[in-house]
């Protein structure tokens, strides 16, 4: 099979790159080529196709089309500050362009099934004032342009499903860690900081209280997570979209795991200063009712130790994610 990420250059995309680029296969059907979409690619691994350039432009577009992918795990975006911050190009990029993708991946098949598109979106579709828990019927009020974004194009994906033009799976993704320290555009960066303070013996103050709960994932498992969904029996659910399975820990929780695995006094070198607004969207998840897809066998990090040592593994180091 023919396999395209796009966002490939970001962080989570050079996870989900370096993983196929190791295990060779999507649910044991072998990778014959894989293609590698974002503005700016560094060194990609041995035998990656390079299609380096604005995913919204024709001359990409036109490249993905003669590529012609049987798989496209999509993970290209503007992040949710800087989409909060640029209305008009979280449009461009999270929306009119993820839809001129998608009418490309309908149009190039080659007459055999549709092609598999793996949708990452996020848990900002649920927005803040959430029930005591979140289940499949949580209604769905995104409080920000990200958001939004997100979710119209989740409803628009599964219209093409219905329709048997593509075979989407949209996974809502949690706070994703640890990503490297340097600006993101992610008012959820402090999450990542914090494992990079402590495993660095650093002290950091958190924008938010140590009770302060939220929905974590490593990198790696998210990686995982994206590559299972490809081939994940997803049955008849016409939604075709799901939140990742999570562990719910509090920064205490975090700070004590990362304490443990550094031999530090995590205590004493997290400092806070609650902000009500990060607090509101980032700081009170409640539990999550995640059996279905849990069922369809997507997965947490285990506990909070692992989800500290898989975050701050390298993208391209062999883990315990690579064949599960």
């Not at 149009?107 to 598999?116: I, K, M, R, Y």
């Not at 979209?241 to 695995?261: C, G, H, T």
Request: hydrophobic share 45%.
């Amino acid at each position: 099979m023919k396999v395209l990420v796009t966002g490939a250059g970001g962080f989570i995309g050079a996870h989900v790159l370096a993983l196929l680029h190791r295990q060779r296969h999507v649910g044991g059907r072998r990778i014959a080529a894989l293609a590698a979409v974002d503005q700016r690619l560094g060194a990609l691994p041995a035998g990656v196709v390079a299609l380096q350039g604005d995913l919204g432009s024709d001359e990409v577009l036109s490249r993905i089309a003669a590529f012609a992918p049987d798989c496209c795990l999509h993970l290209a975006a503007v992040p949710g500050g800087a989409a909060e911050a640029d209305p008009a190009l979280s449009r461009r990029v999270n929306l009119d362009a993820t839809l001129d993708l998608f009418d490309t991946l309908a149009t190039a098949g080659t007459g055999g099934p549709a092609p598999v598109v793996v949708y990452a979106s996020t848990i900002a579709v649920y927005g803040s004032h959430l029930p005591q828990t979140v289940t499949p019927h949580t209604p769905l009020r995104p409080p920000l342009v990200y958001g939004a974004h997100k979710l119209a194009c989740e409803v628009l994906l599964a219209d093409f499903s219905r329709r048997g033009r593509l075979d989407g799976r949209a996974l809502r993704l949690p706070g994703i860690v640890a990503r490297p320290r340097a600006p993101s555009g992610l008012v959820s960066a402090f999450m990542s900081e914090l494992l990079h303070a402590l495993a660095a013996g650093e002290p950091i103050t958190l924008p938010v209280g140590p009770e302060a709960t939220a929905w974590w994932m490593s990198a790696r498992r998210c990686a995982w997570n994206l590559v299972h969904g490809a081939t994940m029996p997803v049955g008849d659910d016409p939604a075709r979209a799901w939140p990742l399975p999570v562990l719910r820990l509090s920064m205490d929780e975090v700070v004590q795991a990362l304490s443990a695995e550094f031999g530090v006094d995590g205590r004493a070198l997290v400092g806070h200063a609650p902000r009500s607004d990060v607090e509101a969207v980032f700081g009170r998840y409640p539990p999550l009712d995640d059996r279905i897809p849990r069922a369809l066998g997507l997965r947490d990090d285990g506990d909070a130790r692992a989800l500290v040592r898989r975050a701050l593994a390298p993208a391209d180091a062999p883990g315990d994610d690579d064949n599960l």
